[in-house]
């Protein structure tokens, strides 16, 4: 569960601020972050943030101590963990966050840009 005050509620207020990002609940009790119908991460409450990423960024991100495997797939790349204890993590998450934020929107400009050419 969120706190109203915690830090679901501080990495909320930064990623919906970003332009086109929407969030909401999930089906299975997460609250998530959305870019053009694809998902940047999502939280448990105010514990923990998942996410999906390439498979070359995870193995990066994995190697650099910078997320950990999904609890509940453990043996596969590219979806990834972070746990939410203190600040540093919450930092740690919107920077997570952030780079899946500019992967997906930089694709979107250069597929944009490629239609108008």
């Not at 596969?76 to 204890?85: C, K, N, T, V, Y």
């Not at 540093?88 to 250069?110: F, I, P, S």
């Amino acid at each position: 569960m969120r706190s109203a005050n915690g830090p679901g509620a501080q990495i909320t207020a930064v990623v919906v601020a970003w332009p086109g990002v929407e969030a909401g609940p999930g089906t299975r009790g997460e609250f998530a972050f959305r870019v053009s119908g694809k998902e940047i991460g999502h939280l448990h409450g105010d514990h923990a943030a998942h996410f999906g990423f390439p498979k070359d960024v995870w193995r990066e991100l994995r190697e650099d101590g910078r997320i950990e495997p999904h609890p509940v797939f453990p043996d596969r790349e590219g979806l990834a963990s972070h746990p939410i204890r203190d600040e540093e993590d919450v930092r740690e998450v919107l920077a997570l966050m952030r780079l899946n934020y500019d992967r997906l929107t930089a694709k979107e400009v250069t597929t944009t840009t490629n239609e108008a050419a």
